[in-house]
């Protein structure tokens, strides 16, 4: 069972539901009817804080930080099962996506996503493919007759994250100055 939050109505962002449907149109979570079908579904129900449906009336309701904050939008794996069983096609798969981009503006982003821009930030690869881990690789690939890895353009790397609003997320380091 969930927790009771107990808010102050000055506490709410009573423009949160609107800004939301503004930007997604005729996906509106304001056509949501609160069924739970969608919630019935989810595959990652029992990993989240929030249940999708939840999140919707949460949204409904203006508690943006507590939506913005929750482990529910980045634990989803998006898999639109939600989105696909919903009988008023509301589009929770693309709202999802909308309340990361924004949850990632506002600096509300788990570290795991923000360190691992930075590991492609810094050397163009998920995984970093350096030192040891690159001499391994490159060992085992040479041994089945694999080419050599061409490591990719740093600067049309990092020129992507910062024009997509990635680079935001990177815990900066005082010696990149």
Known sequence: MSEMIKKNVNDLDLNFRYEIAKKIGAKSLLKCIQCGVCSSGCTVTEYVDLQPHRVVA??????????????????????????????????????????????????????????????????????????????NIDRRRERMGLPEIVPPNLDDIRFIINETGLGDLIIKKEDDK
């Open 58 to 135: 949460s949204c409904l309701l203006g508690l943006k930080e507590e939506v913005l904050s929750s482990k529910a939008i980045w634990t989803c794996s998006l898999c639109h099962r939600c989105t696909e069983r919903c009988p008023k096609n509301v589009d929770y798969s693309f709202i999802l996506a909308l309340l990361r981009n924004m949850a990632a503006r506002e600096g509300k982003i788990p570290k795991e996503y923000s360190s691992t821009v930075e590991v492609i930030y810094d050397n163009g690869f998920v995984v970093p493919y350096t030192e040891g881990m690159k001499k």
